[in-house]
């Protein structure tokens, strides 16, 4: 790294060498996407408690990212452990959570030799599983690692919102987030590679004595809700509910009893499902 990158870096507090600015500098990323209310984590035990799941017991969060869901949930009793591909993450999660127990490994492949009564994939973490095959290795992962009848919560991003609606495509978004006194401005570009079936963004970076703009690139998959459920299905759940609002990321505030919206026009998608037979090995 240049001398004058690391310079602005301890200046600044942040890694900057990275493939993904957020991801690496977690106090940035809950700065940018704050959850004060903790509603992704209250989101998840309002589902699990309405679809017959435990109020305790144990329970993984794959992306967990900073862990602040996780500490949330153990908090009030569960027993969590977290997965992400991001080091600084997971560092970080460990430092939140201290009852935690985190990994860094990838969805796609993560082997924990235990079962879980839930495990939860929030803010589209699923959707780095670009490809089919991916997606089928992660669901069935997921299977292997719930108990019999263990519960499976996602939110994401909707597919189908994009049939038709092209808000989130126009133009350039420029946010400015601060933190440690410093003000960090993103300029966020997304389009549709409809060949692969995936969101793509440009993500611009850059602060006052930024050495060098930082030109990071990032996908999702595109998933729609019916071939969101035949996937499930085929790797052996039982679909209880998909919907796209009211979530943890929606206009609509999620409350306890909201009632689930099956329109599947919104720009989240939700689902809960259900892990049917034996399951194979962990
Ligand atoms: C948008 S963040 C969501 C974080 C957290 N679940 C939340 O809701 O605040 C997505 C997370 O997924 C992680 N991630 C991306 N690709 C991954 C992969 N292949 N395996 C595991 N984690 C991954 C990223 O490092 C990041 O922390």
Do not use: K
């Amino acid at each position: 790294m240049p001398q004058r990158v690391q310079d602005q870096e301890q200046r600044a507090g942040v890694q900057v060498a990275s493939s993904n600015f957020l991801t690496d500098n977690p106090a940035l990323y809950e700065q940018q996407f704050p959850d004060p209310g903790h509603v992704a984590a209250r989101f998840v035990d309002d589902v699990v408690r309405r679809f017959g799941g435990p109020d305790a017991g144990s329970l993984l969060d794959i992306g967990c990212g900073t862990g602040r869901d996780a500490r949330y949930w153990s908090q009030r009793g569960r027993d969590v452990a977290g997965l992400d591909s991001s080091e600084r993450m997971v560092e970080y999660a460990r430092r939140q959570c201290p009852d935690g127990e985190f990994v860094v490994a990838d969805m796609r492949s993560f082997a924990l030799e235990r079962r879980f009564d839930v495990i939860t994939c929030l803010d589209s973490a699923l959707l780095y599983c670009h490809t089919n095959e991916d997606l089928d290795g992660f669901l069935q992962l997921c299977r292997a690692h719930l108990v019999q009848r263990g519960l499976l919560v996602a939110e994401m991003r909707n597919g189908a919102f994009f049939l038709g609606n092209t808000e989130l495509l126009d133009g350039v978004r420029e946010r400015t987030v601060e933190w440690d006194g410093v003000g960090y401005r993103s300029r966020t570009t997304l389009w549709i590679d409809h060949a692969a079936q995936l969101l793509r963004r440009r993500r611009i970076w850059d602060w006052p004595g930024c050495p060098e703009p930082l030109d990071q690139r990032s996908a999702w998959r595109l998933l729609f809700p019916l071939e969101l459920r035949s996937y499930l299905e085929r790797a052996g759940f039982e679909v209880l509910a998909v919907f796209d609002e009211p979530g943890p990321r929606t206009d609509s505030p999620w409350h306890a009893d909201a009632p689930l919206s099956e329109a599947l026009a919104g720009d989240r998608l939700h689902f809960v499902a259900r892990a049917c037979g034996a399951g194979g090995a962990v």
